[in-house]
């Protein structure tokens, strides 16, 4: 194999020729199913005439070619590893082609694929390459007719893009159906499926009187599962229209739940894809978070639809045109339909850990990349999550009603056509009349910009003076930086009052709640008519995706706790003042010195549980400390260690000072009412959840007995998820292994319900999470072919800090053993698993030895483009 090679954003040319209509035929058969294409080809204007035709294809085996019905002989086209390639070709001409591809053989789950007993496709980024001979590319823009053809017992359902216009009987017990799909979209949001599917079916009136057929299509079993998922979409529908004018443009828009799938979900037009994982409810197989994800996923990819699909990217190098957007269109849709801090509260902690730790390792990368080796590799936290937090900063930036004519604009400008972040970037400062041209360096800037505050209160003149100097460390292929132009929401918080004080800026009157623009690298704000000394309550709502120093004392960060009048601050007070706590500790537990747990945290904490909330949704938030990924993000170097072992410490000192607390707030949000996904459930039922593990922590009988008492009751998924991980990562094993196993024994018929099981075991604090790993591999629910499984299993064991960074280097040696293996059958998959061994800078010398080792060891294999690229940037 022949080194990959990178792609460069700047080498962007549009296509030789386009493609105005494409007629496809599909014959299905596991083994050799037979793909007839006819392109309607013009040359591109924009280019020259007598280009030749170059058409990209993987692993097809060419059966038939002909231009204009002539049929081309061997001399007249080559084949290369990556297409087909046609010199002379006229200026308008037919293209028909027919291959053979094997469905059964793709592991890789890109391309047309088995699931099961079904045939389905994944296409983006590049899969319709495994499906016939293209210009598989996303400004290549073409309406589709697709016939599909299968045997009609074991294929009784057979779907594509669109509208059905025709069907019938077939010799041979076969059968087959024709779509037409209206709208022009590139290849990557071509979709077909094929199986034997039930379907449950609702409408949808549009806000002008359209009607829509809903459909969600699923295996027999799990027709029950499906109720959250299409209220989901309807509220989706209905809120795209309240707040982006946007409505839907088919007759009928389409879910199928799909096993084996690399990703959450996927947008194809009129028939998104779906994880099963992303897809399916019940109370009893589902927690809260997973109602939610469902909800959260079904509306991105219905966003899709206008922020994807009508108008799509010009080239892969703007994902996050369409990612970033989206991502931020379903934030603020999860947000609207529940509690809006807990969502920002739990986005943000998610972004802060594991985007922080992207930009800050070796396959940082901008949100606009300007090469790439594997698109594939380029679905990250960077494009979709700062993507998001990009454009909610434009949207702060220039106010909502102005975002929102700029949002029209783009929708009517660039409707049907295949942009750039700038056409967006330039919609936005036209209707607000905004210059971005600095904002747009937010897009081509790797790495995450700190921004060193501090501030000082003038007693006698009542000025506040507030000095921000920002800086962006350096990034692979990026040494130097820029100052960005970086909008800080904040407030000043009296002492005396506890209330925000009004803002005078420059003479301008920010009110208590205002936006500072910092543009320089060092920049100083003078607030004139402060009546008292305040506490900064700074990046409100976490409003720019950086890390903010302020050398807050632990009584400043008690108060804000206390009186912030911003809910995601609060919160984040809360967690400044765990970190701080946990600090000393960390370094307590280093120097072999006793462990004293911060009486001021424990107050804290009292005067959280003491005092009526106004939000229990938050307070649950707030009763959570830290993660270990959180915590050690903060850490100059990562002692995994150390890290367990404060934050376990500081669980029990809360939980034995607390314990009447906490069990008082256990009693008090328990329920026996039927389980509903509602934002007031979910929240008691968090809370209950939070003041049961600091009762388990400290493993007295009570704590034990209440675990296990509320595993009995099997209420919902939420609360006995949360009772077997509490016995399962406590030190009874004994209780343990017996819920463990009847558990798996009720649930050994639902692979969603086993994902978990395989989770909760191999997280497990304990010693023997590796050898669970091990023996589960060969469990019966288990594959290696099925990306969720997969995910359940090793992602999960690679999450468990204390076991995976064992200091034998066996949890390097596993992962390593099956990304190898992965390399082969999925290398998607195999590139995202192996993160984080590419983190390995961040430990001590002994474990960055023996990561190392296992990266060097990977990188001896033949590998896939995928792996290769992220190896090559970990060992650089
Ligand atoms: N657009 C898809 C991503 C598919 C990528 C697969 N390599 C899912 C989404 O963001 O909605
Ligand atoms: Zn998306």
Request: with cysteine; glycine share 6%.
């Amino acid at each position: 194999m022949s080194e990959p090679q990178p792609i460069y954003l700047s080498d962007y040319r549009p296509p030789a020729y386009r493609v105005t209509h494409t007629e496809l035929t599909f014959d299905l058969d596991p083994a050799a199913t037979r793909v007839k294409a006819r392109l309607h080809v013009e040359r591109h204007p924009d280019r020259e005439p007598g280009a030749p035709l170059e058409l990209d294809g993987e692993q097809l085996a060419l059966k038939a070619i002909a231009i204009d019905g002539q049929a081309l002989g061997e001399d007249e086209y080559a084949l290369t590893e990556r297409g087909l390639r046609v010199d002379g070709v006229p200026e308008r001409f037919l293209l028909d082609t027919e291959v053979e591809i094997a469905p059964e053989d793709n592991t890789a789950l890109e391309g047309l694929y088995r699931s099961g007993g079904m045939f389905c496709t994944q296409c983006e980024a590049e899969g319709f390459r495994r499906i016939t001979f293209y210009p598989d590319r996303p400004d290549v823009m073409a309406t589709f007719s697709t016939t599909v053809i299968g045997d009609a017992a074991g294929l009784p359902v057979l779907l594509s893009n669109g509208n059905p216009v025709e069907r019938g009987e077939l010799p041979g017990g076969r059968h087959f159906v024709t779509w037409e799909d209206p709208h022009p979209k590139p290849s990557y949001l071509f979709a077909l499926v094929a199986g034997d599917l039930k379907k449950v079916e609702d409408r949808f009136t549009t806000m002008s009187g359209r009607e829509v057929t809903l459909q969600i299509w699923v295996e027999e079993e799990n027709l029950g599962k499906t109720d959250h998922a299409m209220a989901s979409l309807k509220r989706a529908m209905r809120w795209d229209e309240e707040t982006y004018g946007r409505e839907y443009d088919l007759d009928r828009y389409m879910i199928v739940a799909v096993n084996d799938f690399n990703m959450g979900a996927m947008e194809n037009k009129g028939l998104n894809l779906f994880n099963s994982a992303a897809v399916l409810t019940h109370p009893q197989t589902a927690t809260d978070a997973a109602f939610q994800r469902v909800e959260g996923i079904v509306a991105h990819e219905y966003f899709h639809n206008w922020s994807g699909n009508r108008v799509t990217c010009r080239d892969w190098f703007q994902l996050s045109l369409k990612e970033g957007f989206t991502v931020f269109r379903d934030q603020c849709f999860s947000a609207d339909t529940n509690s809006a801090p807990v969502k920002r509260i739990e986005e943000v902690s998610f972004f802060r850990t594991a985007q922080f730790a992207e930009d800050a390792g070796p396959t940082a990368h901008p949100v606009r990349p300007d090469h790439y080796i594997e698109i594939g590799n380029f679905y990250t936290l960077t494009i979709y999550e700062k993507g998001a937090e990009i454009v909610r900063m434009l949207c702060n930036l220039v106010g909502w009603e102005a975002f929102r004519r700029g949002a029209d604009r783009y929708f009517s400008r660039f409707d049907g056509q295949a942009v750039t972040i700038e056409d967006f970037v330039n919609c936005m400062a036209e209707a607000s009349g905004h210059d971005l041209s600095q904002f747009l360096l937010w897009y081509s800037q790797a790495g995450t910009p700190e921004i060193d505050a501090h501030g000082e209160y003038d007693y006698a003149n009542g000025v506040y003076r507030l000095v921000l100097r920002q800086r962006t460390p350096a990034t692979p292929g990026q040494p130097d930086k820029l100052p960005l132009h970086i909008p800080l929401r904040l407030g000043l918080v009296g002492t005396k009052t506890g209330r925000d004080l009004p803002m005078t800026l420059d003479g301008e009157d920010l009110g208590t709640d205002g936006v500072i623009h910092l543009r320089e690298e060092e920049q100083e704000f003078v607030f004139t008519d402060v009546a008292e000394a305040p506490v900064p309550s700074l990046a409100r709502n976490f409003s720019a995706p950086v890390k903010l120093h302020f050398p807050y004392s632990r009584e400043d960060l008690a108060f804000l706790l206390a009186h912030d009048s911003d809910g995601f601050n609060r919160w984040d007070a809360g967690q400044r003042l765990a970190l701080l706590a946990l600090d000393d500790l960390i370094a307590a537990h280093r120097n072999g010195v006793e462990k004293v747990m911060d009486p001021r945290v424990v107050e804290a904490f009292r005067h959280l549980l003491t005092t009526e909330a106004d939000d229990k949704a938050v307070l649950a938030e707030m009763l959570t400390l830290p993660s270990e990924a959180y915590i050690a993000e903060q850490q100059p170097l990562v002692d995994v260690d150390a890290i367990h072992a404060a934050r376990e410490f500081v669980k029990q000192s809360l939980a034995t000072a607390l314990r009447d607390d906490f069990r008082r707030l256990y009693e008090e949000h328990r329920s026996e009412a039927p389980y509903a996904p509602e934002p007031e459930q979910i929240a008691a039922r968090s809370l209950k959840n939070v003041a049961l593990s600091y009762l388990v922590s400290i493993e007295d009988e009570e704590g034990i007995e209440l675990a296990q008492r509320q595993f009995e009751a099997d209420h919902n998924m939420t609360d006995v998820r949360q009772a077997l991980t509490l016995l399962v990562h406590s030190s009874r094993g004994d209780l343990a292994d017996p819920a463990l196993r009847a558990f798996g024994e009720k649930w050994a018929h639902d692979p969603l319900v086993m994902d978990q099981w395989f989770s909760i075991q191999v997280t497990r604090p304990q010693s023997d999470a590796l050898d669970r790993v091990k023996f589960l591999m060969d469990h019966p629910a288990f594959s290696l072919t099925n990306p969720n499984k997969v995910r359940a299993l090793i992602g999960a064991f690679a999450q468990n800090r204390v076991n995976f960074h064992r200091l034998d280097g066996e949890g390097y040696r596993l992962l390593a053993d099956v990304v190898i293996e992965l390399n082969r059958l999925n290398p998607e998959i195999a590139a995202r698993l192996v993160t984080p061994l590419t983190r390995w800078q961040r430990f001590d010398e002994t474990r960055q030895e023996l990561m190392k080792a296992e990266l060097e060891r990977i990188r001896g294999e033949e590998l896939s483009p995928n792996l290769y690229e992220v190896i090559e940037k970990a060992l650089a």
